[in-house]
Structure formats: structure tokens, C-alpha cells
């Protein structure tokens, strides 16, 4: 660098490179003059660009002063602009703040038009004087760093101090950053060269202390430690983190300042990671302070190797993450209140497009979150809200308020559903609005019920007869539309009593706190039937009407009716004990003549044989047979009252079992005859016993005397459905009927065939008609001649 | 009116006392008798007073001796003055006639009738039969029965 070695004007330096890069300490304006006026002479003599920055002491005036003292042709300099003396206000403080990169380039930039102009480089000084104390860590960054820029480019810079102001750590300060020092004490100039700037060494020492800065100033606590984790060196922070000092460090192990959960893990990563790979990435785990107290950090590890490149330690940088952890946590609980929050959450971009929706609001809308991320909220959209209210929500949100208010939005499934919303902008730090918030709670619920509640409260005054509320004593409180006339009758109105009778009543039913039905109440040819409900609670008591005037006339009628039935049913117990005597004596009296008859009869045939012709005998004959068949006829006539006239007992009667019993009968009584007896199981019936013997017997006797002259007869006792109900049949393949008779059939002593064809007085179907009858059913015929016989009937249980 | 009539009898003592008002059904009784060769002495009561006046010996036969009763009484039901429930009951309530044999010999054949009939104490209830074969045929058996194979407890005792 010996070809660019510059005059620097003052005696006690001499000669010295570009680069140089120096400090003057001073005490007074004097101080100043004297070192930076031979300065920037040596400067502009030698074709350098000079810029002197002042600060107070020494004004700008006064350096100009200066110079044109002690430079014969400084106003030539000044005018081709080889020097410049601006106030460190236009230049360190441009804009109000120091912003060492833009001096810096700004150094840079003025060496550059200089060297075009032709000039051989530049010569500069500042004064710090304008210093506070709070700039001093930044400025001593820029001293830093301007000692590497002038070292690399064709500058000479002296930087002023107020001796005055600095102390010693400061004045340390700043001698370390430059290569050397100027103090004038006691009007004599002294050199101060720091002993660690010796230049063989420089670069190196330049590193180190960097590096040395870098360590003990960093946040993060470095350690180094050997293989077996013992602690060999650390920074203050990581003592601070700690609580330990560093001597108290030097005997612990990294293991001893791990809580014991994380020692397998850490054993892991050093023999997985570190030794194989050489480093590891960064994890997480916890340290124990002096204290006791855990907490949370993060580290990374790299591996020390000796010469040979064998491990021989570890360095870790370890950073405390508590704050980390507790945002992460405070996260983590917000991020759950609103996947867990029983609202609807939709977050939206300015535009609308929605790029998030919690939980709640798809199980809400029945849309996933895969469907909903990318729509607009509008897919929600019934159609019911009028376009000017979305425009307003839209306005509102977009101008940064909240909007709030009810939707009535749309399921993906179509269904319809109300809810309230809260709808607000979400801003940046920058205050701008990046995302709209709405907040849905689903109101539906809530709308029902405050819709029936309305219903509910609407219930009394609709209610077609009287409502009325009153109190304990008896003042009408509320009366509805329908009891209007009732407060006419007792010309009151609501707030007075009511009448005495109805206090009565209402304070009876309040005291003993029971209620009172059927109080009557006339109005007009209505009847009104009250009840008194207490409600004692709230000290009132309803009274609830209602008109019976229908139910009145009609149990009225109903008594009306009842009576004429007692009076007939009096009256048929009488017809009825008539007709009994009646059949008494019919029993009794009708057969002794009869029976004189035939005994005479008999007795003049046994008595008289000589006496009597063969036609006498004959006579005699057809007397006998005609008393004989008239004992007959009063037997079934009797049989056939007495049917209408026995009690009913009835139970479950096996019909079935009883068929088959009197078929076995008939065809013991007549064993010569052929006949099939098709009877079906199981055919149930609820009756008399004896009389459902009687009428089966008549039946089935009726089909086994007309099938006698079939050489095989057959005869069916089954059931089929009619309606739903079951209908039992006796069918034959007999003679058969005529239909055209079908209506004298079951008339007493009606016949369809003469005696001397079938015997019998024509008394068995009236009976069985009579006991059906009797029975609530039906019976009913089908036949034709020759063709068999069918009888149908039912029951009613 | 009375009409009383002496019959033969294998058995002088065993009369057989009919209750019975109509003349017609007294002939044929007897006449069924006599077909049935059954000659006991048959004393005729026309209604229930008379029945009971000959049974207790009072009224016209008050003069009779009240241990002397029939063998069997042949009660209708149907009757003038006392019916017929009547006397068996009266009957049933006296000590001398408690366990007199009677039969109750009726038209009627309601089945209330039999079974206060028994429930009194009949010992026996047969309906008469219009036909006259048949009537004669169950008269006659029941003489049989009564009068010759029954065991009455006064005759046993």
C-alpha cells in the first residue's frame, strides 16, 4: 500500500495509507480546529475530496472561518466544490433518524462522483457530539462497520469525540474500533494505538472478537460439552437461563440439567443423530433451573472432532421457549374454542370466499368442510331476504363495522333454518382489512318456541267459551272476548268483584286448594258448566266455562227415553209372566182333554171290539192319531216359548264336539242308513250350551230326514267368511226346497212337506231362527229341489 | 163330590190315596190299574183340602185314624182350593207324613214344576202321557213299584 500513502497534515502522524480509519478525542472547539484545519489542507492540496460533518461545538460558520484563515485560496476550493461542510443534521440525522445503511452507502456514493471528477479519493471527518446515549450501541455497530468499508476503498476518515462525554467503557469502545486514537492533553498531541491492533494479526483478531462479541451477547445459550455431557464452556446467556454461574456450570453435566423423562430421547438423538451424522436437527425438551423449576427449550447439537476426527464434545445452542410454548398453548385453546364452539364459524377473505368453517357449521348446514372452503356464504341463501339487506350487511362489514342480524339460510339438504349472526371485518397490523368474521348461533329452536309461546299466550282469548282469571278474593283480573256477556249479566267489568255466589266459590276452592268442577252458570237458555282451578302459587284462580246447554238437553232426553224404556220393559215383564201363566196352563189344562179323548178312545176299542164295525174302528183310529198329534203340537209350542223365554247363559261352546255327538246319535237311531257326516275342527262359538244343542240337533235332524232317501247321504257342518266374520253353514244333499218358499221356512208350523212325506209339526226351524235370534245373528236358507239344503247362520259375541 | 171306590186287593191295608179333580183322568187311572191287575183300594181326593183333610183325619175324616195312612199318594199338581206344591209341602212339614211315599202324576211337564217338585220331596214325578197306551203304561208301573216292590221305613221299622 506504499503507493498510496496520503499526507494526513498533522505533524505526529505523517504519511499514512487509504483506509485509515482514526479517532480524535477533544475537549474544546479549539481542539477540533487545530487537528481537522491542517487536515483537510494536507487534503486539498493533494487533489482530495473533502467532507467535513460538524456538530456543536463547532457550527458550520465557524469551520468555514477557519479554513479561509488558515487555506489562502479556500474560496476556490469551496467553488469547484472539492469541500463540502454540512451539519450532521443534513447528513447523519437525514430524515430525523440514523440509519447507518444509508450513511454508509451515502460514504460510498460521494467517493464515487469524487473519483469520477478526478480526484484521487476522499478525506472525511464526523462529529458525534450529536450522540445520545441510546444511539451509542448502534453507532458503535456503524463505526464497525465503516472501519471495513474505508479499510477497502480510497478513504481517510477521522470520527470526533467529545472527551467529555465518553466513558472509559465508551472511549474502549471506541479506540477498538479504529485503528488508532488522537487526544491533545495538556496542549500537547498524543498518540494511542490499541495494543491489540497489531496489524500482523489483524483479521484474525477483527474475527475473534466478533465472534467473541457474538457469544456473550447472543440470546441463545451455547455450551460446549464433552462426549459424556460434562460442561466445558458456556455463554452468560445460557448461564442466565439457568440461574447458575458460569463456575457452578463447569461441574454440572447436560444429563443433570435434564429432567429424567428425557434422557432416553437425548441418549437417541446423540448416538443416532449427532455422532452418526455429525449434527442434529433441532427438538424440543426441558431444562431444570438452579431453582427447581422446568422449562421448556429447544436445541440443536453439532459434533467436535479432534485432529484424528474422532468425537471429542458437543456444542448446543439452546433456546428458551417458554413464551413459544404458552402462545402455542394459547393457540392450541383458541383453535379448540372454535372447532368446539356451539356456533357457527365461517371465516371469509375480502372477497367473500369462505376459507374456513368450523365443525358446528357443517354439522349445522350439512355441507363438509371440503364443500364449504372456496363457496360464498350465498349457497346458504333461501331467497327470503331482500337483496338491500345484504347489500347494507356488505356495506357495513366492508366500512369495518360489525353487522349483526337474523338469517333464514338453507340446509344442503333444503331444509330451512333461522340464525343470528355477528359478521365483523379481521384486520392486519396494518389495519387493513384482510378477513370477515361471522359468528352464527342457530336460533331456530328459540323462534319455534317464542312462536308457540305467542300461540300459547293467544290460547284463552281464543278459546270459544268463557276464560276468566280472578283472585284469591275474588277481583276479575283477566276476562276473555267470550266472557264479555257474562260480565253483562253481572254488570261488572274487569278489576271488580264478582258476584257473592262466585266468590264464595272461588275463595272455597282457594283456601282449601282443590278445584271445583261443574259450578253452573245461566245465561239467557245457555247453560255454562264451570270449572274452578286454583293456582296457588301465584294467588290467582281460573275459572274455566264451558256450554253444556246441548249436553243438558240431550241427558234430559236421555232421561226422558230411559224412563219410557223402564216403563216397557215393566210392561213386558208383565206380558211376559202373562205368557207364562199362559203356557202353564196350556201345559197343564189343553192336554187332560186330550188325553180323555185318546183314553176313551182306547178304551171303547179295547172295551167294545164286537160292538164296532171295521169302519167304527177305523173312526175310532183317526180320533186317537189326531189327539196323539195335538199332544205333539202343544209340546212344541211349548218347547218353542220356552226358548224365547229361558235366561241365556252363555260360555264357549266346542260346536264341533256337539256335532259330532248328535250325529253319532242319529245314526245310532237309524243304523240301517248310509251317511257321511263332514264335520269341521275346531269351530268355536260363544253361547248358550243347551240352546246351541237344540238348534244344532234341529239342524242336523232336519238334514238327516230329508237326505233319507239318498242311498248315501252327506252332511256338512263347516263355517266361511262373510264381511270378515265367520259364518257357519249345515249343508245337505237332500230334497231340498223351492226358493220361492225360502220365506215360509222358519215360520212356526210351516211346512213344505206333508207328514205322510216327512214327519215333523214344522216347529225345528222356527226354534232354531228364534234361538240365533236370540243370539244377535242371522240365519238364512239357500236350496232348490233335489238339490240339497243349506242353512247359514252367525253369531254376535 | 167324592167318589170313593172298593177294590179288590192282594193287600187289603195298602190303599193308594189320587189327588186328582178331573173325573177323566181318574177313570183312566183306575181303568190303568185294574190293567195292571193292581186291586188295591184307591181312596179319591178331588182337590188339596180334601187331600189333606183325609191325610191329618180332620174335616169329613175326622173320624179316621190318623195312623192309618196310604201306601202312596198320587198327586196332581193342578188343583182346586190347595194345589198340588202345597199339600206335598204341608205334607213334608208333619211328622206322621214326612216319609210318606208320593208321586207326583201331572200334565205339566215345565221343568220348574219338577224340580220344586223335588226339591219338596217328591219322591217321584211322572208326566202323564196324552197317548193312552203310554199313560196306562206308566200308571201301572208306577202302582207296581210303589205298591209291591218299595219298602216304605214305617213297614221296615
Redesign the interface.
Known amino acids: 500500500m506504499a503507493e498510496n500513502m496520503r499526507k494526513t497534515g498533522i505533524d505526529i502522524l505523517g504519511d499514512l495509507p487509504w483506509g485509515t480509519h482514526f479517532c480524535q478525542f477533544y475537549q474544546t472547539k479549539e481542539d477540533l480546529v487545530d487537528i481537522l484545519v491542517p487536515y483537510f489542507k494536507a487534503g486539498l492540496e493533494n487533489n482530495e475530496f473533502c467532507m467535513w460533518i460538524t456538530s456543536e461545538p463547532l457550527a458550520v460558520e465557524e469551520a468555514n472561518d477557519a479554513m479561509k484563515k488558515n487555506v489562502s485560496d479556500f474560496e476556490r476550493y469551496l467553488t469547484r466544490k472539492q469541500i463540502e461542510i454540512i451539519p450532521h443534521t443534513e447528513w447523519y440525522l437525514k430524515g430525523g433518524v440514523f440509519n447507518l445503511r444509508r450513511v454508509l452507502t451515502g460514504w460510498v456514493d460521494k467517493l464515487d462522483r469524487a473519483l469520477a471528477r478526478g480526484y484521487e479519493g476522499m478525506r472525511i471527518t464526523g462529529n458525534t457530539a450529536w450522540l445520545e446515549k441510546n444511539d451509542w450501541r448502534s453507532f458503535a455497530d456503524y463505526e464497525e462497520e465503516i472501519d471495513n468499508v474505508i479499510g477497502r476503498y480510497q478513504m481517510m476518515a477521522i470520527c470526533s469525540y467529545s472527551l467529555d462525554k465518553c466513558k472509559a467503557q465508551e472511549i474502549i469502545d471506541v479506540v477498538r474500533n479504529h485503528q488508532f486514537a488522537l487526544i491533545k492533553r495538556e496542549g500537547k498531541l498524543e498518540l494511542f494505538e490499541s495494543s491489540e491492533r497489531k496489524p500482523a494479526k489483524e483479521a484474525l483478531r477483527k474475527s475473534e472478537e466478533k465472534y467473541r462479541i457474538l457469544y456473550e451477547t447472543i440470546k441463545d445459550g451455547i455450551v460446549a460439552t464433552d462426549m459424556d455431557g460434562r460442561i466445558l464452556d458456556c455463554n452468560q446467556a445460557y448461564v442466565d437461563m439457568l440461574g447458575y454461574s458460569k463456575e457452578e456450570t463447569r461441574k454440572l453435566t447436560c444429563q443433570q440439567l435434564t429432567p429424567e423423562k428425557w434422557h432416553k430421547m437425548e441418549a437417541e438423538k446423540v448416538k443416532e443423530l449427532i455422532v452418526a451424522k455429525g449434527y442434529s436437527d433441532e427438538y424440543e425438551k426441558e431444562y431444570v433451573r438452579k431453582d427447581g423449576t422446568n422449562f421448556p427449550i429447544s436445541v440443536r447439537v453439532w459434533l467436535i472432532r479432534d485432529e484424528d476426527g474422532k468425537p471429542k464434545g458437543m456444542w448446543g445452542i439452546i433456546r428458551e421457549i417458554t413464551e413459544r410454548k404458552q402462545m402455542e398453548e394459547a393457540l392450541r385453546k383458541l383453535s379448540n374454542a372454535i372447532e368446539q364452539s356451539p356456533c357457527s364459524i365461517v371465516i371469509t377473505d375480502t372477497k367473500g370466499n369462505i376459507e374456513y368453517v368450523n365443525p358446528k357449521f357443517c354439522k349445522t348446514t350439512g355441507y363438509t368442510t371440503a364443500e364449504a372452503i372456496g363457496q360464498n356464504p350465498r349457497i346458504l341463501k333461501s331467497g327470503e331476504k331482500p337483496p338491500e339487506d345484504y347489500k347494507c350487511l356488505w356495506d357495513t362489514i366492508t366500512s369495518g363495522n360489525e353487522w349483526r342480524g337474523e338469517f333464514h339460510n338453507k340446509k344442503k339438504c333444503g331444509e330451512l333454518y333461522w340464525e343470528y349472526a355477528s359478521i365483523s371485518p379481521i384486520r392486519n397490523s396494518e389495519e387493513v382489512i384482510t378477513h370477515f368474521l361471522a359468528v352464527k348461533e342457530n336460533i331456530t329452536e328459540r323462534k319455534r318456541m317464542e312462536e308457540e309461546i305467542k300461540n300459547v299466550a293467544k290460547f284463552p282469548a281464543e278459546n270459544p267459551y268463557p276464560v276468566l282469571r280472578v283472585s284469591h278474593d275474588g277481583t276479575i283480573l283477566y276476562a276473555n272476548p267470550c266472557s264479555t256477556f257474562l260480565l253483562g249479566d253481572w254488570n261488572c267489568e274487569v278489576g271488580q268483584f264478582l258476584p257473592d255466589s262466585l266468590c264464595k266459590v272461588v275463595s272455597d276452592s282457594f283456601s282449601t286448594k282443590s278445584m271445583k268442577k261443574g259450578v253452573e252458570i245461566k245465561h239467557r237458555d245457555q247453560i255454562f258448566s264451570f270449572t274452578i282451578v286454583p293456582v296457588t302459587d301465584t294467588a290467582y284462580v281460573n275459572l274455566y266455562g264451558v256450554d253444556v246447554t246441548e249436553r243438558k238437553r240431550a241427558e234430559e232426553e236421555l232421561r226422558k227415553q230411559r224412563d219410557h224404556l223402564e216403563y216397557l220393559t215393566s210392561q213386558l215383564t208383565v206380558s211376559n209372566k202373562e205368557l207364562e201363566a199362559f203356557c202353564y196352563s196350556v201345559s197343564h189344562d189343553l192336554r187332560a182333554p186330550l188325553r180323555s179323548i185318546n183314553g176313551f178312545c182306547k178304551a171303547l176299542m179295547d172295551d167294545y171290539p164286537d160292538k164296532l164295525d171295521t169302519q167304527g174302528k177305523n173312526y175310532l183310529q183317526r180320533v186317537n192319531a189326531a189327539s196323539q198329534r195335538m199332544g205333539q203340537l202343544i209340546d212344541d209350542l211349548l218347547n218353542l216359548s220356552r226358548i224365547t223365554r229361558s235366561e241365556m247363559h252363555r260360555k264357549t261352546v266346542d260346536l264341533s264336539a256337539l256335532a259330532k255327538k248328535i250325529a253319532t246319535e242319529l245314526q245310532e237311531a237309524q243304523p240301517e242308513r248310509q251317511a257321511e257326516f263332514i264335520i269341521a275342527e275346531k269351530l268355536i262359538a260363544y253361547g248358550d250350551p243347551q240352546l246351541l244343542r237344540i238348534a244344532l240337533t234341529n239342524l242336523l235332524g232336519n238334514a238327516w230326514k230329508f237326505t233319507r232317501k239318498r242311498p248315501r247321504a252327506r252332511i256338512e257342518l263347516g263355517v266361511t267368511k262373510h264381511d270378515g266374520k265367520p259364518v257357519y253353514f249345515v249343508r245337505d244333499d237332500g230334497d231340498g226346497f223351492d226358493m220361492a218358499f225360502v220365506n215360509k221356512l222358519f215360520g212356526a208350523f210351516q211346512r213344505l212337506h206333508s207328514t205322510t212325506e216327512f214327519e215333523g209339526t214344522g216347529i225345528g226351524l222356527a226354534t232354531v231362527q228364534r234361538i240365533i235370534h236370540r243370539h244377535g245373528g242371522q240365519i238364512w236358507a239357500e236350496g232348490a229341489v233335489d238339490q240339497g239344503a243349506t242353512f247359514y247362520f252367525t253369531f254376535t259375541i | 163330590m167324592t167318589n170313593q171306590q172298593s177294590v179288590v186287593s192282594n193287600s187289603q191295608s195298602k190303599v193308594v190315596l189320587l189327588v186328582e179333580d178331573?173325573p177323566?183322568?181318574v177313570?183312566?187311572t183306575l181303568?190303568a190299574f185294574r190293567k195292571y191287575n193292581i186291586m188295591n183300594e184307591v181312596v179319591v181326593a178331588s182337590d188339596g183340602a180334601e187331600a189333606l183333610d183325609y191325610l191329618f183325619c180332620t174335616g169329613r175324616y175326622a173320624s179316621r185314624d190318623t195312623n192309618n195312612l196310604p201306601e202312596i199318594v198320587l198327586l196332581d199338581?193342578?188343583l182346586p182350593k190347595v194345589d198340588g206344591l202345597e199339600v206335598l209341602q204341608r205334607l213334608r212339614a208333619d211328622e206322621r207324613t214326612k216319609h210318606l211315599p208320593v208321586v207326583i202324576l201331572?200334565?205339566?211337564?215345565?221343568?220348574r214344576d219338577l224340580i220344586k217338585g223335588y226339591k219338596l220331596g217328591a219322591n217321584s214325578y211322572v208326566q202323564?202321557?196324552?197317548?193312552?197306551?203310554q199313560?196306562?203304561e206308566a200308571v201301572g208301573r208306577l202302582g207296581i213299584y210303589w205298591l209291591l216292590l218299595n219298602k216304605s221305613p214305617k213297614k221296615g221299622g
Do not use: A, G, Q, W
Open positions: 178331573n177323566d183322568d177313570e183312566l181303568r199338581l193342578k201331572t200334565s205339566s211337564n215345565e221343568e202323564k202321557p196324552v197317548e193312552f197306551t199313560f196306562s
